[in-house]
């Protein structure tokens, strides 16, 4: 009597795997892209870097000082805590989601970090609690996003809000706080003028935190859920991921990473002053989605983002080289933007990758 096991037969091979990709042997489920598609997928990726060659090739020959080793070491100082700020908008946007508060995040760090010290407590404790202090806004995002269910634009437009008051009422109305540089610890003090094998610590830091946050994105598999709960959050829960916890955490991570900068924020200026952080807030926004043309799934990445930081800083600072009013700054950095996006949105008409409405219909959940 013959048995029945659960081989098939070569008459009837079983089913691939979709997640396994495709086998040897077997014929490609879709089409490879034509020519024009694949013209198309490089152009939209290469359209960031070469915005930023283009940028400094044009200031470079408009004004002498601006290749010189002494600008380009200001170019990336000034680059550095946006960067940061940034890096933890990668993060959240990778989501699916956006972070309006990263700059309550910021100012709260600075607020702790500041206090304690004017206050006279060791370096290493101030910058412990005011780390702390910062994260706690992405602790309430998580709470607001993932338990009680509210969108992310508008959980962390509120946690804006509350953050804003909170910085007004723990300094009599947001009175300036301001450390005397006698008085100061060196070692806080170095936060924000040492340098590390002469490169400027806040410049090293963020190299840091930008590799870090590009390992936790891209090889760790808390980034692989973010991503897909990002991407195809649906699909990604009935495949039986636990996308909520990975979603929280995403916005807690991003306050953790958004409070350095504060930190090194308060060293650099030596004190704190209320709402300062906000200034990186739509500069974050913009380098991301400018970043995330250098993907071709229009994915939002630590490499991309970097891209976009550097090209709203040199900007900045080659209109000043030239004397331009700094009224124009935000006007040409819109000008940039807008010309970027809408490129890439054109070109990536009729391929694989998702359209710009599809990006910022994700962010806007």
Avoid: K
């Avoid at 029945?4 to 037969?9: E, F």
């Avoid at 006698?182 to 170095?190: G, Y």
């Avoid at 990002?230 to 990975?246: F, S």
């Amino acid at each position: 009597m013959s048995t029945v096991t659960d081989r098939p037969s070569p008459e009837q091979p079983s089913s691939p795997d979709p997640a396994a990709g495709p086998s040897r042997g077997s014929a490609p489920a879709v089409a490879p892209p034509s020519d024009p598609d694949r013209l198309r997928r490089l152009a939209t990726r290469l359209l960031a870097p070469g915005a930023l060659v283009v940028i400094v090739l044009v200031f470079g020959l408009l004004t002498p000082t601006f290749a010189t080793g002494g600008n380009l070491r200001s170019v990336l100082s000034a680059a550095a805590l946006v960067a940061i700020a940034a890096c933890a908008m990668t993060v959240v946007v990778r989501s699916g989601g956006i972070d309006l508060s990263i700059g309550v995040a910021v100012d709260l760090a600075a607020l702790g970090a500041t206090a304690l010290i004017a206050d006279g407590y060791v370096t290493w404790f101030a910058v412990v609690a005011g780390l702390a202090f910062g994260t706690l806004a992405g602790v309430v995002n998580a709470v607001l996003v993932t338990v009680l269910r509210i969108r992310a634009f508008l959980a962390t437009l509120s946690v804006w809000f509350v953050g804003t008051s909170v910085q007004q009422l723990l300094t009599d109305g947001g009175a300036p706080i301001y450390l005397r540089r006698p008085a100061t610890p060196e070692s806080f003090a170095a936060l924000g003028d040492a340098t590390v094998a002469g490169v400027p610590f806040p410049v090293a830091a963020a190299a840091l935190l930008a590799i870090v946050t590009w390992l936790l994105l891209d090889r760790t598999r808390w980034g692989r859920v973010v991503t897909a709960a990002g991407e195809q959050r649906t699909a990604t829960t009935i495949a039986g991921r636990a996308t909520r916890p990975a979603l929280g955490a995403a916005f807690v991570v991003a306050a953790a990473i958004a409070s350095v900068a504060g930190v090194l924020l308060a060293s650099r200026s030596y004190g704190f002053v209320a709402g300062s952080g906000q200034a990186y807030v739509l500069d974050a926004i913009g380098a991301v989605f400018i970043g995330a043309t250098l993907s071709r799934y229009g994915r939002p990445n630590v490499v991309g983002t970097l891209i976009g930081v550097l090209i709203f800083t040199i900007l900045s600072n080659g209109l000043a080289l030239l004397g331009v009013s700094y009224y124009f700054d935000g006007l040409v950095r819109g000008v940039v933007l807008i010309v970027l996006l809408v490129a890439a949105s054109v070109l990536a008409r009729g391929t694989t990758g998702p359209s710009l409405r599809t990006l910022l219909g994700r962010a806007a959940r």
